[in-house]
């Protein structure tokens, strides 16, 4: 059984779509969310679930073991970040290297790196102009949204399309294919191919 930990700062609709893909499924789960924001939704949809809640403080997780024994106690076999908004720090990196995953609200490399989160993430590619924009899962390493790309998904961005109405198509999509990406990138040997479905010119 592979277990999950969850990484969350905000609503968990993500986490919680996780959540439920893996509640009853064979070779894996999550048995953990980890959080950084007291208050934050996400906490109650682990604790409506029955999960454990590990809440993180800054220096501990930056500058000292990141969490790692408690991680290990847990028996933590992979980390997904679903709108976690701090950097993940090198030993914490190095301990699960190859087994952490993330999710971007847009196309990397474009609109990526610090402080580009939520809707400045929408608001930047509406301001470029761009006529595409979409999700992209990708491994962590120690730079920002800069590890092997697993997945991309892509929708055209509308004439008039605002940074808010971008976010909720954006959503829908993550929603639709993070739990499914996971669970293909932890049980295929070698992890999916990196796909780029093109979602029909109407999503
Ligand atoms: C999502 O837009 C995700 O792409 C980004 O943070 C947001 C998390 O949203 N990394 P939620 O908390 O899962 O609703």
Redesign the pocket.
Known sequence: MKKLAVF??????????IIEKFRNHPDMRVSLVVCNKPG???INIALMAGLQVLMIERERFMKGDAYIPELAAAGIDAII?????WKVPDNLVDAYRGRIL????ALLPAHGGKGM??MH?HASVIASGDTRSG?TIHLVDERYDHGDTIFQAEITVRPGETAESL?AR??EL?HRHFPVVIEKFFTEPGGPPVERPAESLSS
């Open positions: 969350a700062s905000g609503a968990g609709s993500n986490a919680q779509k934050a939704g996400v970040l679903a709108g976690f908004l993330n999710i971007h609200p989160y939520g993430v999700i976010a954006i959503h993550e």
